[in-house]
């Protein structure tokens, strides 16, 4: 059994700051990259940030470094940290783990809101 779980979603104006946390548990090994994922109404979910088993990460053009994506302790728990939100931020921001051999085992967080107001 595997359960990733999310956290630190809310309502923030725009300029503000939120800080996600994501961690999984249970019977998950060998973490090959762990993730956020973001979806808003009538649009594709799209990649917001990955962090590599290695320590390598990736944002997607629209992050302008503003967020920041790290380990937390354990090896299986990451947060973004994310500052000057904007409006367009506002979506359902999903957590994702990639395990096993090549990350072929795919587990996603049930979501957490995050809205920016202007």
């Known amino acids: 059994q595997v359960q990733v779980v999310e956290s630190g979603g809310g309502l923030v104006q725009a300029g503000g700051s939120l800080r996600l946390s994501c961690a999984a548990s249970?019977?998950?090994?060998?973490?090959?990259?762990m993730g956020w994922y973001r979806q808003a109404p009538g649009k594709q979910r799209e990649l917001v940030a990955v962090i590599t088993r290695n320590g390598n990460t990736n944002y997607a053009d629209f992050v302008e470094g503003r967020f920041t994506l790290s380990r937390v302790g354990a090896r299986n728990a990451v947060w973004l940290q994310m500052s000057s939100l904007k409006p367009e931020d506002t979506a359902v921001y999903y957590c994702n783990v990639k395990a096993g051999r090549s990350g072929a085992q795919d587990y996603w967080g049930q979501g957490t809101q995050v809205t920016v107001s202007s």
């Open positions: 249970g019977s998950v090994f060998s973490i090959n990259a």
